[in-house]
Every structure is written in C-alpha cells, then in structure tokens.
C-alpha cells in the first residue's frame, strides 16, 4: 500500500484485535509483518474476502496450531474459532459444522 490512509490504519488495528495473535507463540516476524499487511489490504473491503484470506494466512495457521491436523485426526481449533470467535459467533453452528470444516482445511 503506497499511501496512508488514517481509517485504514485504525481498522487495521481493530483487524488485529479481532484476529487476535501474538508472535509470543507464532514467533515468526515475517509471518507476523505478512498478517498485519494482509489485514491492512483487505481492511476497507470485503468482510468475507478477509475472512478467506486469514484462512490460509501463516500466522493464523501456525497461531491455531494446524501443523497438528492430519488427514486421520483434523484438528478443529482452527474451524472452532473461525466460526465462534471470527464470524458467526457462539450458537449458530453445529458441532458437526466444526467437523467439516476442520476436514476442508
């Protein structure tokens, strides 16, 4: 992003905070600076695009431990916490949605 732009900024922000990570456990810089970059590209668009954007973003998958999932044993934290904590928000999905959506990621 070439010029400042102060809402930009703030949201950016308010992304992080929601998407909340730390590099106390991802301890990447790299893929912390990549997280904060991405949030600030998508932080006046599209919700959903942000949404999909984070799903494969390194800190993100290293933040909800997805290097443990296996195609044997998926690991649901990663789908818990997009469905809870990101976007629907506690009670408005199944537990069975948990389990699909840990197998698709």
Known sequence: LKTRHPLRDKLTLFWHGHFATSNAKVQNARFMLGQYRLMQAHALGSFAELLVAMGTDPAMLVWLDAA??????????????????????????????????????
Request: charged fraction near 25%; glycine fraction near 6%; aromatic fraction near 10%.
């Open 68 to 105: 443990t999932s296996t195609k044997a044993a998926p690991n649901e934290n990663y789908a818990r916490e997009l469905m809870e904590l990101f976007s629907l928000g506690i009670g408005n999905y199944m537990e069975a949605d948990v389990r699909q959506a840990a197998k698709a990621f």
